[in-house]
T-cell receptor
Framework: GQQVMQIPQYQHVQEGEDFTTYCNSSTTLSNIQWYKQRPGGHPVFLIQLVKSGEVKKQKRLTFQFGEAKKNSSLHITATQTTDVGTYFCAGVTGGGNKLTFGTGTQLKVEL | NAGVTQTPKFQVLKTGQSMTLQCAQD?????MSWYRQDPGMGLRLIHY???????DQGEVPNGYNVSRSTTEDFPLRLLSAAPSQTSVYFC????????????FGPGTRLTVL
């Protein structure tokens, strides 16, 4: 079945440092979504990418969708303590009805 | 709108007991799903539904049953709880399909002794 892996599993940064998480799928995705889960909370939708090579920005967050539509990345510039949480990518293959989540990257930001 | 609601928030069961986790949404969403979250394994799809009366299996369906008699409700039933089912369970809904924005409930933390 479809597998979606994320690296790294954990990342500790000092406030102000940059952070990147990478998402890789074993199959081609029709789109990729990104979610953020704060400690003790539930996943919250951040963004969706649909087109090959697409790049979207949300303030300090930059999202990319690979040319082959099998990988994606999330980059945070100048992390803040409010960025703490686990970031998940999720993808649907073709016309499927199943959304597969990545394993997640847990981000900790230290002052 | 309340969004997606889940009850209970916490539950402790003994091995072999049965229970139902409740999930409801008031956004008239067609697509609903159940995930379990375990450390280091992300969110794994248990069952999903594309509309009232239609359900299908996800990645880890064994030990769980679902039904969708109304658009609003999508309960998850554990027939005979096992320690391996200790997890955090999230219900989610979206407008139409899996590729739409998913709205998650607050989760149910289940411990099976």
């Amino acid at each position: 079945g479809q597998q979606v892996m994320q690296i790294p599993q954990y990342q500790h940064v000092q406030e102000g440092e940059d952070f990147t998480t990478y998402c890789n799928s074993s199959t081609t995705l029709s789109n990729i979504q990104w979610y953020k889960q704060r400690p003790g909370g539930h996943p919250v939708f951040l963004i969706q990418l649909v087109k090959s090579g697409e790049v979207k920005k949300q303030k300090r967050l930059t999202f990319q969708f690979g040319e082959a539509k099998k990988n994606s990345s999330l980059h945070i510039t100048a992390t803040q303590t409010t960025d703490v949480g686990t970031y998940f990518c999720a993808g649907v293959t073709g016309g499927g009805n199943k959304l597969t989540f990545g394993t997640g990257t847990q981000l900790k930001v230290e002052l | 709108n309340a969004g997606v609601t889940q009850t209970p928030k916490f539950q402790v069961l003994k091995t072999g007991q049965s229970m139902t986790l409740q999930c409801a949404q008031d956004m008239n969403h067609e697509y609903m799903s159940w995930y379990r979250q375990d450390p280091g394994m992300g969110l794994r799809l248990i069952h999903y539904s594309v509309g009232a009366g239609i359900t299908d299996q996800g990645e880890v369906p064994n030990g769980y049953n679902v039904s969708r008699s109304t658009t609003e409700d999508f309960p998850l039933r554990l027939l005979s709880a096992a320690p391996s089912q200790t997890s955090v369970y999230f219900c989610a809904s979206s407008y139409s399909v899996a590729g739409d924005t998913q709205y998650f409930g607050p989760g149910t933390r289940l411990t099976v002794l």
